[in-house]
């Protein structure tokens, strides 16, 4: 069964520092990855996914993620952020091929202070 | 205007109380979920519907039922409510694609309920 990690429940940061917030999967097999992002009394929206090829994949607002397969990581970064990206960012796995289940992380809090 | 609405936006409702969520999309997709948040849980699925025909449980179903009334709507009922479904739900939709796994999907703003 596939799972999913956000290893930090919350990450607090100034504006214009750069971030990381980290995301781990378990899989046994190839796995398409998503970043979502829901910002506050909001619904998610997509940020970025990986599905194959390149594994630097750019997303909307300056956010970019490195899939690694062999750490099975996918994690998200953004070399300098602003107040308007504090919101809640989940890490999200889904099988290739069939598996209708999208497996979200418990998710991750940014807040960004001046 | 929003492409995937949710209503109510916020529901109070008590104990033993049946109560409906609805959700509409006007993005012409065929695929629709159900899901709930809990703080410091993530999201987990409920249910999930790929067609007008094709209901499916998901992780959690137990005291939850559906219904896909058209490509557009799909309902999730509360047959009789307890404190603990106490959460936010969101409502997604997807596009077919050749390959499920890559398809995007599109949150409605969430429901809010509590249940007392």
């Known amino acids: 069964a596939q799972s999913v990690t956000q290893l930090d429940s919350q990450v607090p940061v100034f504006e214009e520092a750069p971030v990381e917030l980290r995301c781990n999967y378990s899989s046994s097999v190839s796995v398409y990855l998503f970043w979502y992002v829901q910002y506050p009394n909001q619904g998610l929206q997509l940020l970025l996914k990986y599905l194959s090829g390149s594994t630097l994949v750019k997303g909307i607002n300056g956010f970019e993620a490195e899939f690694n397969k062999s750490q099975t990581s996918f994690h998200l970064r953004k070399p300098s952020v602003h107040i308007s990206d504090t919101a809640e960012y989940f890490c999200?796995?889904?099988?290739?091929?069939?598996?209708?289940?999208?497996?979200f992380g418990k998710g991750t809090k940014l807040t960004v202070n001046p | 205007d929003a492409d995937v609405t949710q209503t109510p936006r916020n529901r109070i409702t008590k104990t033993g109380k049946r109560i409906m969520l609805e959700c509409s999309q006007t993005k012409g997709h065929d695929r629709m979920y159900w899901y709930r948040q809990d703080p410091g849980l993530g999201l987990r699925l409920i249910y999930y519907?790929?067609?007008?025909?094709?209901?499916n449980k998901g992780e959690i179903s137990d005291g939850y039922s559906v219904s896909r009334q058209a490509q557009a709507k799909f309902s999730l009922s509360l047959e009789s409510a307890i404190p603990n479904q106490t959460a936010l739900y969101f409502c997604?939709?997807?596009?077919?694609?050749?390959?499920?796994?890559?398809?995007?999907?599109?949150f409605g703003p969430g429901t809010r309920l509590l249940v007392l």
């Open positions: 997604a939709t997807s596009d077919r694609d050749r390959d499920r796994g890559q398809e995007t999907q599109y």
């Open positions: 519907s790929f067609d007008v025909k094709d209901i």
């Open positions: 999200a796995v889904r099988m290739p091929g069939g598996s209708e289940k999208l497996v």
